[in-house]
Each structure stands twice: as structure tokens, then as C-alpha cells.
């Protein structure tokens, strides 16, 4: 039989301890605030991204994950024979929703 993952992307605000409670998967957003550049959540926490946001110079910017990088978790997936269901919230839904349907997987 094969399991169910979920997988989300970083925009989703919940605690990190409940996404592990439940294996949820988080594919990051890569962030540039003030020319330098950080994966959500992996090379910055959001505490560090909010206090980084409210010194700089410009609004951050953001950018849905890849399709590389969908591809490699789902891969990951069919390799354990899992099924995995995608949830993004609507901020992210425009280009999230491109990347997975370039990958084939949406």
C-alpha cells in the first residue's frame, strides 16, 4: 500500500514542529533582502527574514521554488511509493501552480 505525503511550500504559517509531526514536506522560497540572497527557512529563520525585512533599504523579493526542486521531492516519493498531495496558499498560488504543472506533477 502506499502512504500519503503532503507537501507545501514555505509560505505556509505553521510551526515547524507541527510540520514535522505530520512529515510534511516544505519546498523553501528563495528570498533576497537588500542584494543578499537566503532559502526560507533553511538559510534563514522567519524571525531573522522579518527583522532583516524591517532594516532594509527595499521591499524583499521572492520567488517560487523550482521546478528542480518539486522534481526532486516528488522523485524522492516515487522512489518510496508514496503519493503526495500539494497544498500552497494563495499568495503563492500563480507560480507555485506553474512550477507544478511544468513538472509534470500537478
Not at 519546498?27 to 537588500?34: G, I, M, R
Not at 529563520?45 to 532594516?55: D, H, I, L, N, S
Not at 517560487?64 to 522512489?79: C, H, I, K, M
Not at 508514496?82 to 507544478?100: E, F, I, N, P, T
Amino acid at each position: 500500500m502506499k502512504s500519503i505525503k503532503i507537501v507545501t511550500d514555505s509560505t505556509v504559517d505553521v510551526p515547524a514542529a507541527v510540520l514535522a509531526e505530520h512529515g510534511v514536506e516544505v519546498v523553501p522560497l528563495h528570498l533576497t533582502v537588500d542584494g543578499e540572497a537566503f532559502i526560507d527557512r533553511v538559510t534563514i529563520t522567519p524571525g531573522q527574514f522579518m527583522a532583516k525585512m524591517k532594516a532594509a533599504r527595499e521591499l524583499p523579493k521572492s520567488s517560487q521554488p523550482s521546478v528542480g526542486e518539486f522534481l526532486a521531492v516528488f522523485d524522492s516519493y516515487r522512489t518510496r511509493r508514496a503519493c503526495a498531495d500539494v497544498l500552497y496558499g494563495r499568495r503563492g498560488a500563480q507560480g507555485v501552480g506553474r512550477s507544478l504543472k511544468q513538472s509534470d506533477t500537478g
